[in-house]
């Protein structure tokens, strides 16, 4: 039967359902002939002038939600001449085995441009299912543009001048040379490989991060280009398949001996206090499908989603993250509070003097085994029913006021500072209910620490939240939640290089003056990483002259020195600045 056939209407108005179908109706028409009166597939869409296979994709997308047949359109234009101008020749070339984006450029050739969205648009409108483009060769384009092979790069042939858009991440090398980055890639065992070596594998993947390129996948478009070569030591950066590959090389005990080096390197440099530390818990999901992967609450969702769970420390003293691991499952996560203890141990030669957690990071058990090992720790203490009405049992006269040194509301809490057992933590332990903070309920405030006042300990917890501001960086400026999406990357040694970036960023702060010393490391990329300029080569000596801009003024006063680069055969790195 021809969709256009029209027969005589029983009753006046009738003649509109025998007109011609427009897309939407005559999509519902067909699904309703398939799926309703029972229509073979064949028959149903052969009235309705569909392929077979077009009605399986629609049928498909009608059956996972997709049934917005008559629902009223947003706001706007309801006419867009361009598609109506072109709606025939696309059909046309449809017809003729064109995918959208070859259509789109037949378009533009013929004077009646539409990008590939208002084509794709079209073709959907019209039923047509959708279409690979298909290799360059066969559609007479020439080749895709062939990058340059990533090896180490040859001095003796590199260019005596060459423009980049990534002069500024060259200003990293100085901090890397400082950190002793050859060092600690030798001492976590990091291969390399006859063409590449382990330094300039490390620092081709660093590089993504310090120029806040969202995915490995991303690569090509800063693959090629000289600044972002020249950081790595190589003439072209590996593209993704390499980069991923190499990743997996990295196991877990080598990311734990690169974390313990770069460790005591930031203390030799006083990126690190030591002493005093932040823990927390991050849940990176995962958006693929079929992940071999625990359940972990995403606070970004508020549910609990197929998630990598991450597990990160920051120095108290310096705001720094110092310790990051993704090798984790629930049934060890309770633990990884003793595994930092170990790994800093293992950095310094003593346990932390203090750890700082949220209540749900570990539990009572492991709170004992703290104590026992002379760590003192802060959390909080869940709301049971049982402590809820001991709360509300305390007397007016039990709660205490103290003056906090903070801005703002809330500077005077009143606080009950009393000793109580817990169901399995061994022995008593000093518990703080502090109300009086802009909550509801009252805080509770449990520590091993006898000696600080009330006072400082409800401080020293409220500036826990510094390292959730730390992870929110990290997310915007080193792309943490994007680690377990479609690219396939080591999550652990990805985790471990948003650590080291971090410290890169914090050491530049320093030079950068005392205007940039709470600058966050997303400001430092799009200040001063992300210049442009001109690289020269003079000799042994590697000058990098960087573009123009407003915060100029900033890097001729900064305390960046030349330097003399391991990987680049010990040749010297100079700065100049327009």
């Excluded at 858009?165 to 980055?181: H, K, N, S, T, Y």
């Excluded at 291969?191 to 330094?199: E, R």
């Excluded at 509770?444 to 620490?449: C, E, Q, R, S, Y």
Aim: aromatic content about 8%; charged content about 25%.
């Amino acid at each position: 039967m021809d969709q256009t056939a029209i027969s005589t209407p029983a009753r006046a108005g009738g003649e509109f359902f025998a007109a011609a179908l427009g897309p939407t109706q005559r999509r519902y028409e067909a699904l309703r002939a398939y799926l309703f009166e029972g229509l073979s597939g064949p028959a149903a869409a052969g009235r309705f002038g569909y392929r077979p296979e077009t009605l399986a994709s629609m049928v498909r997308d009608f059956r996972a939600g997709r049934r917005d047949f008559f629902v009223i359109g947003r706001p706007g234009p309801k006419v867009a001449p361009a598609k109506e101008a072109a709606r025939d020749r696309i059909v046309e070339l449809r017809h003729a085995g064109r995918s959208a984006y070859e259509i789109a450029r037949v378009l533009a050739a013929e004077g009646t441009p539409l990008n590939r969205t208002g084509v794709a648009e079209v073709l959907a409108e019209q039923g047509f299912a959708r279409m690979w483009p298909r290799p360059h060769l066969l559609r007479g384009l020439p080749r895709r543009e062939v990058l340059p092979r990533a090896a180490a790069i040859d001095f003796e042939r590199w260019p005596e001048r060459c423009e980049t858009r990534l002069a500024g991440l060259l200003l990293a090398v100085p901090e890397l040379v400082a950190l002793d980055l050859p060092g600690l890639v030798e001492r976590a065992g990091y291969p390399g490989s006859k063409v590449i070596p382990a330094v300039s594998s490390l620092l081709s993947l660093l590089a993504l991060k310090l120029v806040s390129l969202r995915r490995v996948s991303h690569v090509l478009d800063l693959a090629a280009d000289p600044g972002a070569a020249l950081f790595a030591g190589l003439v072209a950066l590996p593209k993704a398949t390499a980069l991923t590959t190499y990743s997996y090389r990295l196991s877990h005990e080598r990311q734990r001996r690169f974390l313990a080096a770069l460790g005591r390197a930031m203390l030799d440099s006083d990126l690190a206090v030591g002493r005093d530390f932040d823990l927390d818990f991050h849940a990176v999901m995962h958006w693929g499908e079929d992940a071999a992967l625990e359940k972990h609450y995403v606070p970004r969702r508020s549910q609990r989603t197929r998630s990598v769970l991450t597990f990160f420390a920051q120095d108290a003293g310096t705001h720094n993250l110092v310790y990051a691991n993704a090798d984790l499952s629930k049934a060890a996560q309770a633990r990884e509070v003793l595994a930092f203890c170990d790994h800093w141990r293992s950095v310094s030669g003593a346990d932390p003097a203090m750890v700082v957690l949220d209540q749900r990071v570990t539990t009572q058990e492991v709170l004992g085994q703290l104590d026992r090992r002379g760590v003192h720790f802060i959390t909080l203490r869940m709301r049971s029913p049982a402590l809820i009405g001991h709360i509300e049992a305390l007397g007016e006269k039990a709660w205490k006021s103290v003056s906090l040194d903070r801005e703002g509301n809330y500077r005077k809490p009143q606080v009950v500072d009393e000793a109580v057992t817990l169901s399995i933590y061994p022995g008593t332990i000093r518990q703080l209910v502090v109300r009086g903070l802009g909550r509801e309920a009252p805080t509770v405030i449990i520590t091993n620490d006898l000696e600080l006042t009330a006072k400082a300990l409800i401080e020293r917890y409220a500036r826990r939240m510094t390292i959730e501001q730390r992870l929110a960086e990290a997310i915007q400026s080193f792309h943490l939640d994007a680690l377990a999406s479609a690219v396939p990357l080591n999550v652990d040694l990805d985790v471990v290089l948003s650590v080291l970036a971090a410290s890169v960023c914090a050491s530049l702060r320093r030079r950068l003056g005392a205007g940039y010393a709470a600058a966050t490391p997303d400001t430092i990329q799009r200040r001063f990483l992300s210049t442009g300029g001109i690289v020269l080569k003079h000799g042994d000596t590697i000058i990098v002259r960087l573009d123009r801009r407003t915060y100029s003024p900033v890097l001729r006063s900064a305390d960046i020195a030349d330097v003399t680069v391991p990987w680049w055969g010990g040749r010297r790195l100079h700065f100049e600045y327009a």
